[in-house]
């Protein structure tokens, strides 16, 4: 099957520090990727779509100017955490949606555990 | 809005059968998915139905009935690695979101 990757797999960083967070898909192009977090035990929560070449379009209630999305090429979007805080830790899971396929899989990556000290 | 119900937590013995039920109200409908997830880790595809009817993949089957907003993953032959957390996932139409459960945590016992 398709492969996602995502980088870094687990990151530690201070309160008010920004984060950035790779989401690649290796051996398809991907013209819509999407952005999930998930709390503890919880399911995944949407928070973005992310669509190469334009802007990406953000669930309700989920900050644009908090959490950056650019989807500059077929095969990588960034999810950036700006002025990190403790409440923002969490478990953030990309997947990519293989058009060439006919679009029908959402493929998932490993995931990035955030940790907000 | 989106209202996608399935149980919180099942046991099984190892070898037995067990059938995690999902139901769903949601606001467009475009097929249904069902993803495994492992603690701690991505979900991993299982299953798309979008027609009615049953999906037989190995010992993991899914069935669908949309006209009662509902649908089942069946699998067979428990394994001990089978123990995780099974998302029923809907999708809208159009745009390809999906909309996810709370997830149903499977513990498979000796």
């Known amino acids: 099957g398709a492969v996602v990757s995502q980088h870094p797999s687990r990151v530690i960083c201070k309160s008010g520090t920004s984060v950035k967070i790779e989401c690649r898909s290796l051996d398809f192009q991907a013209t819509t990727m999407f952005w999930y977090r998930q709390f503890p035990k919880k399911s995944l929560m949407l928070m973005a779509t992310s669509n190469e070449g334009s802007k990406a379009t953000y669930e309700q209630g989920v900050e644009k100017d908090k959490f950056l999305i650019n989807h500059a090429s077929l095969t990588l979007s960034t999810l950036t955490v700006t002025s990190a805080h403790p409440e923002d830790s969490s478990f953030y899971i990309c997947?990519?949606?293989?058009?060439?396929?006919?679009?029908?899989?959402?493929?998932f990556g490993p995931g990035t555990r955030l940790l907000v000290l | 809005g989106q209202n996608i119900d399935q149980p919180t937590e099942m046991t099984a013995t190892e070898g037995a059968i067990v059938q995690i039920n999902c139901t769903y109200q949601t606001s467009g409908f475009n097929g249904l998915f069902w993803y495994q997830q492992h603690a701690g880790e991505a979900p991993t595809f299982l299953s798309y139905n979008v027609l009615d009817g049953l999906e037989e993949k190995g010992r993991f089957s899914s069935f669908l009935s949309r006209s009662k907003g509902y649908s089942y993953l069946l699998l067979k032959e428990l394994q001990m690695k089978d123990s995780a957390s099974y998302l029923c996932a809907v999708r809208a139409p159009n745009d390809y979101k999906l909309s996810f459960g709370a997830g149903t945590t499977v513990t498979v016992r000796a």
């Open positions: 997947s990519a949606r293989d058009a060439a396929s006919g679009g029908e899989t959402q493929y």
